[in-house]
C-alpha cells in the first residue's frame, strides 16, 4: 500500500435491499364440498379451480436459523357431477394458509424486513371423489399448487475507502470573485 494512503482512511456504510431468504414449496391438501341436494351424486364429470391469489403474506416467527412466512390466499372451485341423470354445478370459494420456513444465512442481521410471494404454479386437481362424511355425501378433491416466497431485508455493508486528501484539498478550494457592478446602489 503506498503511504500516502495510510493514515487517509475511513469506514464508509453502504445501506441496500438485498434477498436474504428465498424459498419455493409445492403444497398439496384436500378439499371437501358439501352437496346440498337431495340425492346422491354418481359421478363426478369435471373440476376447475381459477382466481387463486395470495391476500397476506407476513412473518410469523424469526430464529436464528429460520424466519417463518404465513401465506394466506384463496381460490375458486368448480365441479360438475352426475345426479339422477342430470348434471350438476357446485361452487365454492375455499381459503388456504401455509406456513413456510426459509433458511436465513448465518450470522447475518437484516432489517426492515419485507416479504414477497406469488403462486408459481397455479392450483391443479390431483383427482377427485364422491366419499360419505358423516352420513353426508360428500365431494373431495386433492389439490396442489407451488408458493414462491422472498424475504427482502435492508443489508449495511461497512466499506474501508481510502482518500486521496490532495484531491479532495483542491476540489474543495473556492473561488469566491464578485463583480463590484453587480452590487452598486444606483
Known amino acids: 500500500m503506498d503511504n500516502k494512503y495510510k493514515n487517509n482512511r475511513k469506514i464508509s456504510t453502504i445501506i441496500t435491499n438485498t434477498v436474504c431468504g428465498r424459498k419455493s414449496q409445492t403444497c398439496k391438501n384436500s378439499i371437501y364440498l358439501d352437496i346440498d341436494d337431495i340425492g346422491i351424486p354418481t359421478q363426478i364429470l369435471g373440476c376447475a379451480i381459477r382466481n387463486a391469489k395470495i391476500e397476506e403474506s407476513k412473518i410469523e416467527e424469526i430464529s436464528k436459523n ?3 412466512i404465513n ?4 381460490f375458486e372451485v368448480h365441479v360438475w357431477y352426475e345426479e339422477n341423470d342430470n348434471t350438476n354445478v357446485v361452487k365454492s370459494y375455499e381459503k388456504f394458509s401455509e406456513i413456510i420456513s426459509i433458511p436465513v444465512l448465518e450470522g447475518e442481521e437484516y432489517y426492515s424486513k419485507k416479504v414477497l410471494s406469488r403462486i408459481s404454479k397455479q392450483p391443479t386437481s390431483l383427482g377427485s371423489m364422491i366419499i360419505n362424511k358423516s352420513g353426508i355425501p360428500t365431494i373431495s378433491i386433492q389439490i396442489e399448487y407451488t408458493l ?11 466499506v474501508l475507502c481510502y ?17 463590484d457592478d453587480e452590487y452598486d446602489d444606483d
Request: charged share 50%.
Open 71 to 74: 401465506v394466506r390466499g384463496e
Open 148 to 158: 414462491d416466497v422472498e424475504i427482502i431485508g435492508e443489508a449495511r455493508l461497512n
Open 163 to 179: 482518500i486521496d486528501r490532495e484531491k479532495e484539498d483542491k476540489n474543495k478550494k473556492l473561488d469566491f470573485s464578485f463583480d
Open 66 to 68: 429460520y424466519i417463518k
